[in-house]
């Protein structure tokens, strides 16, 4: 998670928004990033490869805040935009409920999702993206696994902050948790 | 709903069908389909205008029962592709959960949902579809109407066997409900 | 919505929630309190009435802000005494999903959920409730309407801030919608 | 999965539901017992010994056929009952909506939910239960296992049919999966 990209909080100084993380939850959203075949079934998760807070190098999900004014879908749509570029073509599902909420706190014993920063509630979705994606920003990569290959140890190895969680909860969600 | 179309069900004869429907649920889908913006965001739902099981002209749903050995997002598939033609492109959604589900009873006072053939249990999905639709098989008319449009009264008057609340429900759960 | 009784925000000032809140969506729960029958089935909802932000008087559902430390489980259980009292037996649901969310926005016309105090974007969850409830703080009273009741016209009309459609959203995720 | 008990079905001999099981999808639910605190929160998993189709003994979950004429909801207190006792107080979810569905076919390979007996559709619900449960009728004994326990590889060995995916399924619908 990250907001170096968010240009839109000019209003907002890192130095007040370092102030508002120790008062109050702050809102953000996860999307799992999806390439479904003609039945709509899922046949890739998409995952980046990028530079946590923490300051390790991680695999991890689109994950950004929502901004003061701005809609859930939005929020969305924006940070999709700004890790798999302008092209991704996401189709954010239509209903706004979200499978499931992420809870990160500072302390990483609370519910296992963990945000040094902050504490932060997540709304998690499932993002079919239909066009060409390529990492942006603050992203080094991005590749595309199976979902038991997403499942897999390996994977969720190289994921911190209890993402790797938060994807098997998304393939459970779609029924695809071997 | 209707079932003269299934046409792979030749191994089940109309007899055999209708003692089977005086024994058991029959496992139906109920899909309502939507076009939906860049964004998402639902702008139209469609709705076929059909005979119904007791002889009426309504506005309806697309609807079907499940075959034996079919896969549930196969049966929306073809129910889907049966009314809305093949070039309807449909994305049935990744997760397998319904949004919610449909008990269907020849008395009409059990759940306000009404079959005089039997009693069914229908899986509701609603399913984006991006490509051209036109009405095929037992469907008269398709007509495409915004979600304030679907909620109305005029509509409702116009929808019987409780699909007019099923499809309030559909609304609720895009939070298109006004 | 009310905030005057989360006494535990000694820490964020009445100044400094009010500057939080022109910067950054605030994050809430909305539990809507139902009685269900032994079979789990909704036979009542609860409504309060109460001084809404705006000045007016209004049914309203259980609302209130999730504060900095705390789960949102716990937030939900915090308003829910706060506003049924300590014996109310609150059963908050098992999975952390919610049924919707609403995004309130000072500009009514963004979404239909209004606040006009703030960005809000609140997590919405149908609460059982097993024990004896006496409206307390801020609420004036307590009724519990029938599903069709709560349903109806009538008790929309003296609901404000978009909270009767997100009633009509919560018996809809229900089945209870006419 | 068991219809032994399903003594309502008189009207259906054993014979003609062989027949209809080799042609029609029958429509079952399953059920997952939980131990919830009072803050709602799952402490524990119940689970089943039992006999399986297939002659094997194996940890299963409440599952079970819905007769003709009967509520979902019905059935599923129903099933709870004849597994667990009179005594099992279960609290069936207010919502219609399950958190997923199992299609269960004879070949295994199609979904991995397995029933040689025949294709099943099942709705699947996560059902908190606060009395004195004593396995009863096929079932020959009840663990309460903590969500850690119920989601680890050796629990998992010791059911068969796809319920231990089920259950993980369920696990994360709850928040619960590891």
Redesign the interface.
Known sequence: MTDTTDTRTG??SDF?LEQ?R??????YVDAIP?R?DS????SHVGLLLRVMPDGSISRALVSGR?????????AL?RHIEKDLGPLAL????????????A?Y?PDPT??GFHDPRQ?A?S?AY?V?VDGECAPSASALDLVWATPPEAAGVSMSAEMTGGQD?LL??A?????L??
């Not at 120790?22 to 809102?27: F, K, S, T």
């Open positions: 209003w907002l007040e508002s120790e008062r109050l939850p702050i809102l999806v479904v039945r709509g079934e899922v929502v901004l003061y004014g701005e809609l859930v879908r939005d749509l996401p189709r954010v599902p239509a209903s706004p409920q979200p499978f499931t909420i809870e706190f609370v519910t504490h509630v709304l499932v079919p969680r098997r909860l393939l459970g969600h779609l029924g948790l071997p």
